[in-house]
């Protein structure tokens, strides 16, 4: 199996934050020549919280760390946060995942402050109004999440990988609805840097990162000055309306704009209140249907 070296760096993973109570720090799995800096990051975002309260999280930062997680039947477990909070849009993307199910995970809130090549591609972007944002996640001590969990074969990861490369790859620990930390830990994509992006996943070439982004003239990915594609945000919302009333109200008031102030409950009875009386196009209809 071919490894794809993803990064090899720090992991400082503390972005602004205006609603969350304090910054989260984690336990990493980390490269002995890089282990004592890592615990100065991670000291220094903490001082004021007990280690106790907080999710263990792990960096992938190659295959071979992916592979670490493998459960005993050689799958992989994958957080669904967005929308793969949709079992039709899951298997859109993976037709021979198991085992679909609802999870808790604490920690961690949804953001809209990616830009998403994606919906340029299918000519739902509007860079017009900023109207362009994917979601990603991020920590914030004292939230809790309910997403979506899922495995998939191990054979799966390299195309993973792939077609996510713009996050950082975590490995954390869901629990059940009631409550009950999962055996297994499962992948999860979080915010990433633009920093990083560049100088590790497009080797600072400005061709590759062309390739990704800049053919669309994207020249920030991670930015909080942008609003959710609007189709892309009432296809999350149905997809948790359908998990039913928990996942619902847990994305309308747990899931935020780039300002991380502004609830997704807030937004869309004020400025983007119309979104969920808009009709995907028909060759969409599937894929952002909910």
């Known amino acids: 199996m071919t490894v794809l070296t993803l990064t090899p760096l720090p992991f400082v ?9 304090s910054r989260a720090s984690f336990s990493l799995s980390a490269r002995p020549e890089l282990q004592q800096d890592r615990r100065r990051s991670i000291k220094a975002m903490s001082r004021d919280i007990r280690s106790s309260d907080l999710p263990q999280v792990i960096e992938l930062e190659d295959e071979s760390d992916f592979e670490k997680i493998l459960s005993s039947e050689n799958q992989i477990s994958i957080t669904g946060f967005g929308s793969l909070l949709s079992e039709r849009s899951a298997r859109s993307t993976f037709p021979d995942l198991e085992n679909f199910r609802i999870a808790k ?10 830009s ?16 362009i944002s994917s979601l990603s996640v991020e920590p914030c001590e004292g939230e809790s999440l309910v997403v979506t969990v899922f495995e998939i074969k191990s054979s799966e990861i390299p195309a993973f990988i792939r077609r996510e490369l713009e996050f950082r790859f ?42 990704h982004y800049g053919r669309f003239n994207i020249d920030k990915i991670w930015r909080d000055d942008i609003l959710p594609c609007r189709l892309y ?22 899931t935020f704009l780039g300002d991380r102030r502004t609830t997704i409950r807030e937004y869309l009875s004020s400025t983007g209140s119309g979104i969920m009386e808009e009709q995907p196009p028909e060759a969409l209809k599937s894929r952002y249907g909910g």
């Open 13 to 21: 993973y503390a972005p602004p934050s205006t609603t969350c109570k």
């Open 105 to 114: 995970l604490q920690g961690f809130r949804r953001v809209f402050a990616h």
């Open 116 to 131: 998403a090549p994606i919906f340029f591609e299918r000519g739902i972007a509007n860079p017009e109004t900023k109207e």
């Open 170 to 211: 975590l490995a954390v620990v869901p629990e059940t609805m009631e409550g009950k930390p999962y055996t297994n830990s499962a992948v999860l994509c979080g915010r990433y840097s633009d920093e990083e992006f560049f100088r590790i996943r497009c080797k600072g070439n400005k061709e590759i990162y062309f390739q």
């Open 233 to 254: 945000l009432r296809h999350c919302v149905l997809a948790a309306k359908n998990l039913g009333d928990e996942a619902y109200n847990n994305f309308l008031d747990h």
